[in-house]
């Protein structure tokens, strides 16, 4: 069974950083991409950020030069380092698993099989 478990959360002040850990277990697949998405109250859920396993990397263009994703393959870590941040950051975000290869712009055009149960990032103005 694939879980994904959300760390890293917090409250910080604007042009603060946090770096948000996503762990896999049960992770038996060769091609797939990792995605971090965000919901923010009362708004609909955004991508922000994806990771497959051949290293493509897309960004959001709300966060790009600000944000970095990144991958620990030996730790089964995808980690969302975010710098630079504003208080339209603040949301839940999550982590999820898409099996398959894709790209990691086009990943964000399916639905994502696993999903993690979110951290939540608060940015004070």
């Known amino acids: 069974e694939v879980q994904l478990v959300e760390s890293g959360g917090g409250l910080v002040q604007a042009g603060g950083s946090l770096r948000l850990s996503c762990a896999a277990s049960?992770?038996?697949?060769?091609?797939?991409?990792i995605g971090w998405f965000r919901q923010a109250p009362g708004k609909g859920r955004e991508a922000v950020s994806s990771?497959?396993?051949?290293?493509?990397?897309y960004y959001a263009d709300s966060v790009k030069g600000r944000f970095t994703i990144s991958t620990d393959n030996a730790k089964n870590m995808v980690y969302l380092e975010m710098n630079d941040l504003k208080p339209e950051d603040t949301a839940v975000y999550y982590c999820?698993?898409?099996?398959?290869?894709?790209?990691?712009?086009?990943?964000?055009?399916?639905?994502?099989?696993?999903w993690g149960q979110g951290t939540q990032v608060t940015v004070s103005s």
């Open positions: 990771v497959t396993n051949d290293n493509d990397t």
């Open positions: 999820a698993c898409l099996v398959g290869w894709v790209t990691a712009q086009a990943a964000f055009g399916y639905e994502f099989d696993y």
């Open positions: 049960g992770f038996a697949f060769s091609d797939y991409a």
